[in-house]
């Protein structure tokens, strides 16, 4: 049985993907949603879905870290950097971060899944497949058997990813990608829509196109990510 702790949860954010989450984590978890969250410059609105919205500098004076989980609701902004530093933040506030499995998704039995992840309807996720923490698979994927995602990574929909293949950490998968076996993607890169990857590929690199070739604009470019917040 879960404990309270597990049971109730706080979403930090408040855009479209917040919405979903609380959609989701409702409908479809033994999770609570009792509160959002958002950091004080962006704190515009005192409710959503009925729930009252917190600053988030503040949220463990009103919602103990003892008592309650988080979820770090946000998409790939600055190559999942947003995502990430808040994750991280409220890591060190002394929050679980839960995740979400959808019960339309296929996960073999011994598929290892860390925390803060999401996982959308129609995903396949085959024997041994490790997902890390802070990964979102958005809905009808298919990531083959001994395939790793590493932490930080934005899985968008109906990517194909072959076995024994290898994500390295902040990377972005645009819809209809396709990756052949034993496939290494270095870290922080931006996989276009229906690119197909053959070769391994180089850190923050952009790879459009069938066989994907990289692109000269670097992935920071591509989504203005600031050097020094890595």
């Not at 515009?44 to 009252?52: A, D, F, H, Y």
């Not at 039995?109 to 925390?115: F, K, L, P, S």
């Not at 497949?129 to 979102?136: A, C, L, Y």
């Amino acid at each position: 049985m879960k404990s309270k702790q597990n049971n109730r949860l706080v979403i930090v954010g408040e855009g479209e993907t917040a919405e979903i989450a609380y959609e989701y984590f409702t409908h479809d978890s033994p999770l609570e949603v009792i509160a959002f969250s958002v950091e004080h410059d962006y704190l515009k609105k005192e409710e959503l879905c009925g729930l009252p919205v917190v600053e988030f500098e503040k949220l463990e004076e009103v919602y103990s870290p003892s008592e309650f989980s988080v979820y770090v609701a946000n998409s790939s902004t600055q190559l999942n950097r947003v995502r990430t530093r808040l994750y991280l933040e409220a890591k060190r506030k002394g929050y679980r971060a839960a995740t979400y499995v959808s019960s339309k998704a296929f996960v073999w039995r011994n598929v290892e899944i860390g925390e803060n992840s999401f996982i959308f309807e129609n995903n396949v996720l085959q024997y041994h497949v490790k997902i890390g923490n802070n990964v979102t698979l958005w809905s009808g994927n298919h990531v083959g058997h001994r395939t790793v995602i590493s932490d930080n990574c934005f899985v968008s929909s109906h990517c194909v990813i072959s076995g024994f293949c290898e994500i390295g950490e902040s990377c972005f998968l645009g819809v209809n990608s396709s990756f052949g076996d034993r496939i290494k993607v270095a870290r922080d890169c931006v996989i276009g829509a229906g690119a197909v990857v053959i070769r391994d590929t180089e850190e923050r690199k952009v790879y459009v196109g069938n066989p994907a070739k990289a692109l000269e604009k670097s992935s920071f470019d591509t989504f203005h990510v600031l050097e020094d917040s890595e």
